[in-house]
C-alpha cells in the first residue's frame, strides 16, 4: 500500500526528515513513537501533503503512484487521511456543509453524482454512532467551541465518513481523559479492515493498550532508528527514551 | 474648477424648475446649502476621514440630473419582485431621485405606520417634517449640503408611539435610465417611544452599461425604548458610483441595528453618523464588503457616546481581490463624563491577490476613564492550515477557498435579524464569492427571485 523509500523533507529550509524507510500493508497497523523534536508531526505532514512543508529527496508510492506528487485533495480522494494533533477550528463553516462538500468531493474525483440529501444525513447518522458525537455538533462551526475530546472524536468521525484506505492519526490521543481516549480507541478499531491500514503517532504506550499495532517504530532526529514488535512499546515505557537516544548519538 | 461649481451654477440659474418639482419646506433650506457650498472646498482624496475616497472625482462628472422630472420609461413595480420569506408584501420604491408611489403598498400599512414619499410629507405635515430634516446630517459635510441643495424627494418613514410593526418592512432603490444619471435622495425615519421596526433597503442599478451617481442622505431618529433595524443591501454596477450619508440619533434605551452591506458595487462612500444622545442607547453597526475587479469601497464610521451608560458595537469585514481597493476609518468619541461607555470596534480584512489594498484607521477618542473600549484590526489572508485541513478532507483549492471567504463574513450575515433574510444573504455572499455576475434586474440575478 504504502512505500516510503529515503524520504527527506524540510521546513523554512531546515531538514527535518533524513532518510524515512517504511512500507505499510493492508490490514496492518504501524505505531510511529519518539521524543519530542523527532520529526513525527512532519512525517504526518509530508504524507498528507501539507504545502508548508518540502519534500527534498526519496520517494512515497501509495499503490504504486507518486503520492508526493498529488495535491493534497487527491492523496483524500485516493484514500490517504490524516487526523490532526491539533484539528484546525474553522468558524463560520458549519460540519454539515463540511461534510457535504467533503463526500462530494470525492464521489465527483470518481465520477459519481452528488449523494442525495436523505442518504447524506443517513449516513452522518451512522458514522455519528461509530464515536458517540453528538447531534448538535453537526450544525456548529467546524471545530470551533468543541472541547479537546469532541475535537478528536470529530476527526475519527471524519475518518468513518471518508472511509480511507490509510488513516494516518497523529498524536489523537493527546489532550484526552481515559474514558475519551477508549472511545476514540474504539471507533478506530470499529472501522479497521483487512483492506485498510493505519499509522498511529503517538508519545505514549497508553494508546497502544487500545489500538493493538503490528510494528512499532522508534523515530529520532528524522530518521526511523528502531523497528519492533508492540513489546518495544512497553519496553519505552518502561525505559523512556534516552537509552535510545544515547545508543544512536554514540553511533553519530 | 471645483467640482461643486457645477452644482452650484445649477441651482443659481434652475432653482426655480428644482422647487416647482418639490416642496416647499424642501426648498426653504436650499439656500443654507448653496452658502455653505459656496464657501466650501471639497476634501482631496485620501485626506483625513477620506481615505480611499476622492470626493472631487466623484462629483466631477457631468452626469445629468432630471430636476424637472421628465418621464423616465421605467415601470420596474411591474417586473419587480423579490420573494424574501416574511418581508411586508410589497415593497416601497425609489426609482432614481423620486418616489414611486405604489398604492397597493400604502395601503397594506399597518396602523400606526406612515411611510412614502418625503416630498409628499413636507407638502402635508411641514410640522413633523421641519422638527427633523437636517436636524441629525450636517451641513457642514459637502456631501449633505451639496444633497440638501439638490434633493427633491426621498422616502420617509414614521412609526409611531408604541406600535411594534412585526414585518419587516422593504424599500427599493432604483437606479434605471438610458444615459448617465445623477439621482439624489433623501431618507427620514422616525421611530417613536416604545415603536420597533426593521427595514430592509436594497440599491439596484437596472442598466449596467449606463454610468449613475447616487447621492444619498439618511437621518434616522429612534425615540426613548424605540427598537430599529436597517439592513441596507447594495447590489448595483462596475459604474455605479454612490455616496450615501448617515445620520443616527438615538434617545435612553433605544436599540439599533444598522448593516451595510455591499455585495456587488463601482465606487463607494458610505458614512455612519451615529449619536448615541440618551443612556442606556444600544448600537450594533455592522458591514462588510466584497470588493474584486476595479471596484471600490471608503467606509467611514463616527460613533460619539455623548451620554453616560451606552453601548456601541461595531464590525467592518472587507474581501478585496484583484485591484479592489476598500478602507476603514472608525472613530469612536466618549465625551467627558459618559462613564460606563461601552464600546467595541472591530474590523478584519481579507486581501486576496498583491494588487488589492485594504486601509484600516481605528480612532478612539476617550475623555473619562470609567469605560470600556476595544478595538482591533487585522489584515491578513486566508489562513493557511485551515485551507490545509479542508484539503486534507478532499477540497480543492478553489471550494476551500470559497468556504473560508463565506464562512468570513457570516457573522456579519448572522448580526441580521430578519430570518429569512439571513438565509438569503448566506446564499448571495456563495454565489457573490463563486463567481456569479451581478445582473441584478428586478433581483433575477441575485437568487431573491427564483
Redesign the interface.
Known sequence: MLKVKDLHAEINGKEILKGINLEVKPGEVHAIMGPNGSGKSTLSMVL?????YTPTGGSVEFYGKDLLAM???V???EGV??G?QY??E????SMV???R??VN??RA?FNQPPMSATDFLKMMREKRAVVELDNKLASR?VNEGFSGGEKKRNEIF?MAV?EPKLSILDETDSGLDIDALRIVAEGVNKLKTEKNATIVITHYQRLLDYIKPDFVHILYKGKIVMTGGPELALELEERGYDWIKQQIDKED | MSALKQYLDLYSEHHDILDAHSAEAINSRRCEAFQKLSEMTLPKAGSENYENCDPEGLLAPDYGLNIAKLDIDVNPAASFHCDVPRLSSAPFMVINDTFSCSSESLSRLPEGVEAGSIRQLADENPDLFNQYYGNAASLDNPFVALDTLLVQDGFYLRVRKGVKVEKPLQLVNILQNGMPLMAVRRMLIIIEENAEAKLLVCDHTQNPDIDFLSLETIEIFVKENGEFDLYNLEESTAKTHRISSLYLDQEKYSRVVIDGMTLYNGVTRNEYFCNLNGEEADLRLLGMGIEDESRSVSTYSHISHHVPRCKSDELFKFSVDDSARASFTGRIYVAEGAIKTEAYQSNRNLVGSDTARMESKPELEIYNDDVKCSHGSAIGQL????M??????????A?ARL??K??????IIDGVRIEGLRDRLHNLVERRFAGASSACASCAGCGMKE
Open positions: 498528507a501533503g501539507n504545502p508548508a495535491p493534497p485533495e492523496r483524500s480522494h487521511f490524516l490532526f484539528p484546525v474553522i468558524p463560520g463553516v456543509n463540511f461534510m462538500a467533503a468531493a470525492k474525483y462551526s471524519q471518508l | 489562513d493557511p492550515m485551515e490545509f485541513y479542508m484539503r486534507t478532507r478532499g477540497l480543492d483549492e471550494t468556504l473560508l463565506q464562512a468570513f463574513m457570516s457573522d
